[in-house]
């Protein structure tokens, strides 16, 4: 992971978080210097540089690398946004942010790095399921279940990290997209349909008030 940021205490702290999350991390004040940099599983980019402006550093980036590239800025309006996105970012993130959400979108970048690299075929299992990630298949003890692309997507985002504790809002973002502005009670209807389709109710937990996780149970194959 490189951070570009030239204030020392955001990116000191961007560091240390990424490094107790277990990705090994550096960071640059310059965007010149990340540009020199060799090329980086994933580059946070802030766009207020004092050299380069981010932009140009994301257009540059984007030309020399296959490097994922998250925006992390404090310029929130659209127009930055659409540029950014345009010019070759993977996605954007204004301060303030959580480290939780940061980390969730570094995920999410990763996965889909990999996925269109044309890597070997992704399975996750937990207990009885088996979600697969290149040919979007379910299967419970080894049945397969009929899946709409809306509840794949949520059974995806929990599958991914079972056992966390997702908010609402991030499914909803992961789910359907991260500038979703409609009602996240839009899950709801998506996650009955997926608990009765699952056949089992209790494998997907709501935790009233902060959200919903895959039910703790030992890890098997599928029958």
């Known amino acids: 992971m490189l ?7 955001i990116a000191t702290q961007l560091v240390r978080g990424l490094e107790r999350a277990g990705y090994a991390a550096d960071s640059v004040a310059m965007g010149a210097e990340a540009l020199r940099r060799p090329p980086s599983d994933v580059v946070l ?27 992390v800025t404090a310029r929130g ?9 345009d010019e070759g970012a ?7 942010f959580g480290l939780a959400e940061l980390l969730a979108r570094i995920r999410a970048v990763l996965r889909r790095g ?12 937990h207990g009885p399921l088996c ?33 966390r504790l997702i908010s609402r809002q991030e499914i909803v973002e992961r789910a359907w997209d991260e500038h979703w502005y409609g009602p996240t009670k839009v899950l709801d209807v998506h996650l009955a349909a997926l608990r009765r389709k699952l056949g089992d109710p209790t494998l997907i937990e709501t935790v009233y008030g902060h959200g919903f996780r895959l039910a703790d149970r030992p890890t098997q194959d599928a029958d």
């Not at 951070?3 to 205490?9: A, C, F, K, L, M």
């Not at 309006?77 to 996105?85: H, M, N, S, T, Y």
């Not at 298949?137 to 991914?160: H, M, Q, R």
């Open 114 to 125: 990999q996925r269109a690299g044309g890597g070997p075929a992704e399975v996750l299992r």
């Open 3 to 9: 951070v570009v940021e030239d204030d020392p205490g």
């Open 45 to 71: 980019l802030d766009l207020g540089l004092p050299d380069v402006d981010g932009i140009d550093v994301c257009r540059r980036l984007r030309a020399d690398s296959d490097a994922a590239i998250i925006v």
């Open 90 to 96: 993977d996605d954007y993130l204004v301060k303030p």
């Open 131 to 163: 979600v697969d990630l290149r040919t979007r298949k379910v299967t419970i003890s080894g049945g397969e279940v009929a899946l709409t692309p809306k509840e794949f997507a949520i059974l995806e985002c929990l599958a991914t990290d079972p056992g």
């Open 77 to 85: 309006e659209e127009a930055d946004r659409v540029l950014a996105l």
